[in-house]
């Protein structure tokens, strides 16, 4: 039976569950979006919704000091300054999970965990950029010919 467990194993003992529970997140802060299991993105979800909540409801300094447990020195700076403010009005839901299919070697089913508002902004960015370089390009290979 199981009663009162709680999490998931994932094949692994604690040191190495919460060293791969820090590096999913830190990553999801870094980049905005991550690539990995549905098993994984599940067993992260509350943890980063909370992360968010206490951080948005609390001080600066005390958020430092709170996610140093959760978070890389590197995406600390980053969560608070940049990934939060952008929750302000919203109550909860911060991140979303999009199932994107199996991988092929062991069929497992793989998903992009994202932030919900950010994840339009980073888009428009490389849609902009990429306009910007193409003509560039074009013109570069007409000066080669």
């Keep these: 039976m199981r009663k009162r467990v709680f999490g998931r194993k994932l094949k692994r003992d604690k040191n190495e569950r919460k060293a791969l529970f820090k590096s999913l997140i830190s990553s999801l802060v870094l980049y905005g979006h991550i690539k990995t299991t549905e098993a994984k993105a599940k067993a992260i979800k509350g943890t980063v919704e909370k992360l968010v909540t206490k951080t948005r409801k609390s001080s600066k300094e005390f958020a430092y000091r709170f996610l140093m447990l959760y978070l890389s020195n ?3 700076g980053k969560f608070i300054n940049e990934v939060v403010p952008g929750f302000t009005s919203r109550q909860g839901g911060y991140t979303r999970i999009t199932k994107i ?3 092929l ?6 998903v992009i965990m994202e932030w ?4 339009s902004k980073p888009d428009e960015r490389e849609t ?3 306009e910007e370089k193409k003509p560039r390009n074009k013109e570069t290979k007409k000066k080669k010919k």
């Design 105 to 110: 070697k062991d069929n497992a089913n793989m």
């Design 101 to 103: 299919g199996n991988r």
């Design 116 to 119: 919900v508002e950010q994840s």
């Design 128 to 130: 902009k950029e990429d």
């Design 74 to 76: 590197i995406a600390i």
